[in-house]
Every structure is written in C-alpha cells, then in structure tokens.
Nanobody, 124 residues
C-alpha cells in the first residue's frame, strides 16, 4: 500500500520560513518523479514544485520561484519543500504527489499517488 505522509506545516508570520517533508512508503521511490501542490479554499489545486527521479531536474510554479526549493533523498524516501520569504498568499493545504516516469508534470492528472496534505498558514 502506497503512502505519502506530509509533515512540517504550521502557522508562520509573513517573511518567515518553513520546511515541509513528505515520507513515501510502499513504492520504489527512485522510480517516481515527485511534486508539491497546494490548494487554498475555493481555488483549484496548484502546482508548486516538482523534481525528477534522481533530483537532477526541478520545476517551479511562477509564484514561488526564487523563494521555494524542492529536494529529495532517495536513500530515505523523502522529498522536501523549503519555503522562504513566505507570503499570506502562500496559505494553503500543501500536498505531496508521486508519478511514474522521469520528470515531474504541472498537471494533477499525471500523478498516481497523493498525500493527505499539511496546512500552511502565513499571517500578515
């Protein structure tokens, strides 16, 4: 049974930082590209960042470029999202997702597995 479990969310002031983690089990982690998405109330799920199977290629949504960094540790089956200079508009539930194949995609339909999400709230 595949499980993706996010952690690290919370409440932070604008300008602050958080690091999210996603622990994967039940799958051959190195065979999957990984990504983070987020969903704010009343909005569609949005691509935040993605990373290729071996971490050599990364992709970011326009609104988080230069502020967020995605990384992975294939030995530990973990993927991270370092979030810096947080803004109130970053407030959302953040989801970890896995897709077969080498490279991440920006559309949700490409992803095979999803975590339950972790709440990030940025106060102004």
């Amino acid at each position: 049974q595949v499980q993706l479990v996010e952690s690290g969310g919370g409440l932070v002031q604008a300008g602050g930082s958080l690091r999210l983690s996603c622990a994967a089990s039940g799958l051959t982690f190195g065979m999957y590209a990984m990504a983070w998405f987020r969903q704010a109330p009343g909005k569609e799920r949005e691509f935040v960042a993605g990373i290729s199977r071996f971490g050599s290629v990364t992709d970011y949504g326009e609104s988080v470029k230069a502020r967020f960094t995605i990384s992975r540790d294939n030995a530990k089956n973990l993927v991270y999202l370092q979030m810096n200079t947080l803004k109130p508009e970053d407030t959302a539930v953040y989801y970890c997702a896995a897709k077969t194949g080498i490279y991440p995609e920006r559309a949700t339909r490409h992803y095979d597995y999803w975590g339950q999400g972790t709440q990030v709230t940025v106060s102004s």
